[in-house]
């Protein structure tokens, strides 16, 4: 048991758990940029800057798609990598990273297949008007090209993160995020190129990021290498890595799930001025759930290392850190957007009429959010400890089981568009009520039991 993960094992866990978990929390906020700050900028263009919102917005179900497609693979693989490290296995780690990369590479080439073929009907369908869809078609037309590079980016920077090195996790996004915030204003304004503008400069930095995450991972300077000798796919692991990577590939794909009916909800009982809101919306919420998502994978290998190893006692105090940890920052920053909704939503618009709507609508759609750092800890942690059945359960309970149902059944018991923003904080807060439930019941069988090998 050697190299930079040996820390995962034996430093002082409040100091492992800020070095860990800030560098990764700062990591995603970062790459949070990429999409914000592009909504941001479109949001303000001169004219047309709510309907190029509104058609952006629709191309956050494809988006998010894409990225959780990267995570079926990077957080379903990565644990498993630590795991193996804790075991003292290198090679079955090494063997994860590069048949995961292999995946990522086949994934995107296939999404980007498949999106391009359905782009029209696709948009049309989640809620695009005639007047919004020329907008989320140029975006998307471009932002299509760098599939690839999301996938490889997103992918790959959780087993950087695996062996202990989460500023190097961070500094792979911070590149892209750097230079996407300064291509942005250039093309979009600049050149005159509008949408089109921000999905290039996106694109663009991803590339980056993207050679600079493979750079890394195949020098002497990780201690995880991708090896094209591991790149022949094992079955058993690409099934592990699928049995674990389910989870959190439906929670995101979920979202996109949920955007699409919401959006024509909303369009139907609404129109375009409710559509836009939620752009606003979902935006606020990432606000809130990225940084705390990238603090707790951040904390998860040393939930993994630990468990692997045998230190359950160490298991123990860290996922306890956690789950206050997710539950006060829910909280808190939720309280402040519930205070100051329309500050919020001028930071995407300078459309008096859209945060007029979106300053009445958020305090009722972030109302989950005060209570559901308690899923996001619980969850993360039955993730570092390699519970892909109760993970795939938790996935599901909140958007598919609880917000879909809701958001088509409360909007047509009322005919009252309203009812579709109550549907979102009444799933998050019976999720995170259960999720809690579901983690002090089995949590002490799970360490009993042991990694499974």
């Known amino acids: 048991m050697a190299g930079s993960e040996e820390k995962l094992g034996t430093e002082k866990l409040g100091k492992l758990i800020l070095s860990m978990g800030i560098p990764t929390l700062i990591a995603q906020v970062i790459n949070l940029l990429y999409n914000i700050v592009d909504r941001m900028y479109i949001g303000h263009i001169e004219g047309v800057g709510a309907t190029a919102l509104t058609g952006v917005g629709l191309t956050l179900p494809i988006i998010m798609i894409i990225t959780a497609f990267s995570s079926f693979v990077g957080a379903g693989g990565a644990p498993l990598a630590s795991i193996a490290l804790g075991q003292g296995n290198k090679k079955r780690a090494e063997t994860i990273l590069s048949n995961g990369f292999v995946m990522l590479c086949v994934i995107a080439a296939i999404l980007m297949i498949v999106f391009y073929a359905i782009e029209k009907p696709f948009l049309y369908l989640i809620g695009a008007s005639d007047v919004t869809y020329p907008y989320a078609k140029e975006y998307l037309d471009i932002y299509l090209i760098g599939t690839l590079f999301v996938q490889l980016v997103m992918g790959l920077n959780p087993f950087i993160t695996a062996q202990g090195k989460s500023k190097i996790a961070m500094l792979s996004v911070l590149i892209g995020a750097v230079i996407n915030i300064g291509l942005d204003p250039v093309f979009i304004f600049g050149l005159n190129m509008g949408v089109r503008g921000a999905a290039l400069a ?29 790149f022949k796919l094992d079955w058993r692991i690409i099934g592990l890595v699928a049995g674990l990577g389910i989870s959190p590939f439906i929670m995101q794909s979920t979202e996109s799930l949920i955007t699409i009916v919401l959006s024509s909800g909303l369009q139907r009982y609404g129109g375009d001025l409710y559509v836009g809101s939620l752009t606003i919306l979902q935006s606020i919420m990432q606000m809130v759930n990225v940084p705390i998502t990238g603090f707790t994978q951040g904390v998860q290998p040393i939930v993994s290392y630990n468990f692997g190893a045998g230190n359950l006692d160490r298991v123990r105090k860290t996922y306890r850190i956690v ?41 009722i759609f972030m109302a989950g959010m005060l209570i559901f750092g308690i899923q996001m800890g619980c969850q993360n942690t039955f993730m570092g400890l390699g519970q892909a059945k109760i993970s795939l359960f938790l996935a599901l309970l909140r958007k598919v089981i609880l917000l879909v149902p809701f958001a088509i059944i409360f909007p047509m018991v009322t005919n009252n568009v309203m009812s579709i923003y109550y549907a979102e904080c009444t799933a998050d807060i019976i999720a995170a009520v259960v999720c809690g439930t579901v983690f002090a019941l089995q949590i002490k069988k799970i360490l009993a039991r042991g990694p499974a090998r």
Request: proline share 4%; net charge positive.
């Open 202 to 230: 996106t694109i663009l930095s991803q590339f980056v990021s993207a050679l600079w995450t493979i750079y890394f991972l195949i020098s002497k300077k990780t201690s995880l290498r991708i090896q094209p000798k591991y």
């Open 323 to 363: 789950i206050l940890t997710t539950f006060l920052m829910s909280g808190i920053v939720t309280l402040t957007v519930m205070i100051w909704p329309g500050m919020y939503a001028s930071m995407f618009t300078s459309s008096a009429e859209l945060i007029a709507l979106s300053e009445k609508v958020m305090p």
